[in-house]
Antibody
């Protein structure tokens, strides 16, 4: 069974750094991109970025560029997402999700986030 | 960055009826479009990928259509468990943006 298990809830003070983990099981970690998604309280999903575990390269949404670092450790099948200089508006649930390669109706291939972690709540408060 | 716009923000439909949700991209994303369902307190769940292919285990009452910039998710014969928030996401561009979501609520 494919599973993504995220680390537990965090409470941080403004200006601190938080690092969340996402442990993969049930598939070859390096074969698929890993994404991170932010969901602020009562708000929608916001795509933060992704990492290619095979070569460690990451891509970030413009809003998160510079303050967010997404990495992958293939030796322990775990992805990480670190946010520095935390602000109150970083209070959110953060999800990791695997981008699978899925077969379409016409035997073509498409990507989608087909497996999700359970989410990690980060609260930033003084 | 491709901007995804969903409409309406909230949709009120009676059980047993049909719901039609829209998603528009600011530029063409071909058929690289996915739909997700999210219920309160849960992680999102993949419903549709490639604009029109149902993910494993998704009932046939969920149908996706469209290509290019305009996409539709249709849910026929709404059941109580279908009332949730739905998001579209484009995966044509490296910056995989989501729409802001449509809340489907009971009328």
């Amino acid at each position: 069974e494919v599973q993504l298990v995220q680390s537990g809830a965090e409470v941080k003070k403004p200006g601190a750094t938080v690092k969340i983990s996402c442990k993969v099981s049930g598939y070859t970690f390096s074969d698929y991109y890993m994404h991170w998604v932010q969901q602020a309280p009562g708000k929608g999903l916001e795509w933060m970025g992704l990492v290619d575990p095979e070569d460690g390269k990451s891509i970030y949404a413009e809003r998160f560029q510079g303050r967010v670092t997404i990495t992958a450790d293939t030796s322990i099948d775990t992805a990480y997402m670190e946010v520095s200089s935390l602000r109150s508006d970083d209070t959110a649930v953060y999800y990791c999700a695997t981008e699978g390669t899925l077969v379409g109706i016409s035997i073509d291939y498409y990507s989608a986030l087909d497996v999700w972690g359970q989410g990690t709540t980060v609260t930033v408060s003084s | 960055e491709i901007v995804m716009t969903q409409s309406p923000a909230t949709l009120s439909v009676s059980p047993g009826e049909r719901a039609t949700l829209s998603c528009r991209a600011s530029q063409s994303v071909s058929s690289n479009l996915a739909w997700y369902q999210q219920k309160p307190g849960q992680a999102p769940r993949l419903l549709i990928y490639g604009a029109s292919t149902r993910a494993t285990g998704i009932p046939a009452r969920f149908n996706g259509s469209g290509s290019g910039t305009d996409f539709t998710l249709t849910i026929s014969g709404l059941q109580s468990e279908d009332f949730a928030v739905y998001y579209c996401q484009q995966l044509n561009n490296w910056l995989r943006s989501f729409g802001q979501g449509t809340k489907l609520q009971i009328k």
